[in-house]
């Protein structure tokens, strides 16, 4: 960033610093939650249900996030209590899990996961606050992607490590990241805006509506938001499912190895990508990555070796990593300039909730069945990929439907989640 002045390099740096540590306790929770709830109740189930609760209200959740971090007047304030609220979620989590009603621990889940999509692209959305436009501010982006992916292997890790001593001494890591991150955006310095028009309800009610019809009306758009829900309703068990592997192969402690192992494989992919700069249109890698991810996770049910298996997840996150560069690329090429933010934010939004039915399922496995519920999690890539040569091959019938416009004064990918990676992320998104 040597084009950057020395306040804005400053800036950059420490809006990095407080991205990692959010995120790192977003990646961390999930692993975390389901190990605490296989140490105080002997299953799986109950970890499995949380992350349901955690994951299910990022449908609506996310573009309204999206609305009221573009429209706050007082951004550190907005960004602090949204961070605030996830930290201490996480850590009423950790006293309550196995221990207080399970409807009372699935409400505050469900409510620090309203906070979730401020970690992703409303964190992402104060980099325009903090570099000017150009290429300072494109650099910014791609380190903040960075941090994506790194906060996606250290998260899992860190929590496994933590568990090692304690399960509930992870929530509490994971608790004490997200507090850190509340702590520091509120002294980011951040450039004003100029002045919005704060009439949330009606904006969002319009914007949401187009967004929807603008996914629908476009078969590229609707083709690989229907296949990445599908796929995400396998990845989002995968938490659980490893936990489980481990367990039924006499490795409590491998959850955390897999989980990070496919974590580093979708680092190692992007990177490649990013490099190599394929000619090959999105749309087949597309369909390598979601058939790449499901031929990675069947093999790893198959070994009997951690670290053969390890080696397969980290294959499969290759080519997750594949997909979501795929999908990103897809996503911006074919929605609308207008309407950019809200496909990126409907986009996650639907592939989270998509992930919580997902970790629901999981819920229901015990460690024996771990390697088979494994497979139906490869088998769900395969069909993913199958369902988007389907549609995008299927006559357009979409065509009529009426997109309403967006509002005329609002200035085209200027709300959280327009930039790469959006609330896609981690995994970049995501």
């Keep these: 960033?040597?084009?950057?002045?020395?306040?804005?390099?400053?800036?950059?740096?420490?809006?990095?610093?407080?991205?990692?540590?959010?995120?790192?306790?977003?990646?961390?929770?999930?692993?975390?939650?389901?190990?605490?709830?296989?140490?105080?109740?002997?299953?799986?189930?109950?970890?499995?249900?949380?992350?349901?609760?955690?994951?299910?209200?990022?449908?609506?959740?996310?573009?309204?996030?999206?609305?009221?971090?573009?429209?706050?007047?007082?951004?550190?304030?907005?960004?602090?209590?949204?961070?605030?609220?996830?930290?201490?979620?996480?850590?009423?989590?950790?006293?309550?899990?196995g221990r207080i009603p399970l409807p009372v621990v699935l409400a505050v889940a469900a409510v620090g996961g309203c906070c979730g999509p401020v970690v992703s692209g409303g964190m992402s959305s104060l980099v325009t606050r903090i570099c000017p436009a150009g290429s300072d501010q494109d650099r910014a982006y791609a380190w903040d992607a960075v941090v994506y992916s790194a906060a996606a292997i250290a998260g899992p890790g860190v929590a496994g490590l933590a568990a090692g001593l304690s399960p509930a001494a992870a929530m509490s890591v994971m608790s004490v990241a997200a507090a850190c991150a509340a702590a520091l955006v509120a002294v980011l310095p951040l450039h004003p805006e100029p002045a919005r028009d704060t009439s949330v309800a009606i904006r969002l009610r319009g914007d949401l509506a187009s967004g929807l019809a603008t996914v629908w009306r476009y078969r590229e758009l609707r083709a690989i938001t229907a296949?990445?829900?599908?796929?995400?309703?396998?990845?989002g068990g995968l938490t659980t499912i490893a936990v489980l592997l481990g367990e039924s192969r006499n490795h409590p402690e491998a959850g955390g190895l897999l989980m990070t192992a496919f974590a580093t494989g979708a680092l190692a992919g992007n990177v490649a990508i990013a490099r190599a700069r394929p000619a090959a249109p999105p749309h087949r890698l597309a369909v390598l990555g979601m058939l790449g991810t499901g031929i990675g996770l069947a093999a790893a049910a198959i070994v009997p070796l951690p670290l053969a298996a390890a080696a397969f997840f980290a294959i499969a996150g290759a080519c997750d990593g594949l997909l979501l560069t795929a999908t990103l690329r897809l996503r911006a090429h074919h929605a609308p300039p207008a309407m950019r933010t809200q496909v990126f934010t409907i986009g996650a939004g639907l592939k989270i909730s998509a992930a919580a039915v997902g970790s629901a399922l999981a819920g229901l496995a015990t460690p024996n069945s771990g390697p088979r519920y494994l497979i139906g999690i490869a088998v769900l890539q395969t069909a993913a990929a199958l369902s988007y040569l389907l549609i995008r091959r299927s006559p357009h019938r979409a065509a009529r439907l009426r997109i309403p416009a967006p509002p005329a004064d609002r200035p085209q990918g200027a709300a959280a989640g327009a930039q790469p990676g959006g609330a896609d992320g981690p995994r970049p998104g995501g």
């Design 1 to 97: 960033m040597s084009g950057v002045d020395v306040q804005g390099r400053a800036g950059v740096r420490q809006y990095l610093v407080t991205a990692f540590c959010a995120r790192l306790a977003d990646e961390g929770v999930a692993l975390a939650v389901v190990t605490l709830a296989v140490h105080r109740t002997g299953g799986a189930a109950q970890g499995a249900f949380v992350l349901t609760a955690w994951m299910a209200p990022h449908v609506l959740a996310a573009p309204l996030a999206g609305a009221l971090a573009a429209r706050a007047r007082r951004p550190r304030l907005f960004h602090t209590s949204a961070l605030g609220g996830f930290a201490m979620a996480i850590a009423l989590l950790g006293f309550g899990v």
């Design 227 to 235: 296949a990445t829900s599908l796929a995400f309703v396998g990845i």
